[in-house]
């Protein structure tokens, strides 16, 4: 039995790029990165709720408001409460409604409000108010314990809220990544042995060769 020679100038075919090692080396990256990213998603949610325990917002756990807020005359301001809208509703809080606005060590005068919501959706504003004037003023309302303007002029910043955002973004680009990862990791699994493991040169072996007697 002999073999003819192969045509001269005949090259091997390359390997199939499926079943290639660099395949799995970079699906084996890119899942590490995105469980990496998926982590620090965490550790950034974790972050935000840290800072909100130290922050002055209405909605922040266990806030108190601050002894008095920064407003400019004309603007207007949203009244914020602890409690949510649906709890001072079912208090019956809401429907007679009075507030008012103190100035230094002044004596509290009635506000007149802008607006008076009772919409459960907006979760923790009840009302709005134009200032009346500028300066440093202090707010009450009847029926409410402690008044917020998380919007005044000096209200701090939303950190926290800008930390859950930025979670959300690492969680969603882990996600994207882990998921594209382990699919190329499952491609090279499913691939055939002999055609993962088989030598180049056999896979390359022109097509029109075969043994003669």
């Known amino acids: 039995m002999t073999q003819p020679t192969p045509p001269q100038g005949a090259q091997p075919m390359p390997a199939a790029e499926s079943g290639s090692p660099q395949r799995g080396v970079r699906g084996g990256s890119t ?22 325990a130290g922050q002055q917002h209405a909605y922040d756990p266990a806030a108190t408001p601050p002894q008095s807020y920064r407003l400019t005359a004309g603007q ?94 690492v969680g969603l680009l882990g996600v994207i990544a882990a998921c594209s990862g382990g699919y190329a990791l499952g491609r090279r699994s499913d691939q055939p042995a002999g055609r993962r493991d ?9 097509a029109g060769r075969r043994d003669t007697e």
């Open 76 to 169: 207007t301001y949203q009244l914020s409460s602890a409690r949510p809208v649906a709890e001072l509703k079912q208090a019956g809080v809401l429907p007679n409604l009075a507030c008012f606005i103190t100035s230094g060590s002044g004596t509290p005068t009635p506000l007149a409000l802008a607006s008076t919501t009772d919409d459960d959706r907006n979760l923790h504003i009840f009302a709005t108010m134009v200032a009346p004037s500028t300066g440093q003023f202090r707010l009450s309302c009847t029926g409410i314990a402690e008044v917020f303007v998380d919007d005044a002029d000096d209200a701090e910043p939303d950190l926290s809220a800008l930390l859950v955002l930025l979670s959300i973004a």
């Open 31 to 52: 899942l590490a990165a995105g469980v990496a990213l998926l982590l620090l998603a965490l550790v950034l949610f974790g972050g935000s709720r840290v800072v909100a």
């Open 198 to 206: 088989q030598p180049a040169g056999r896979r390359g072996q022109p």
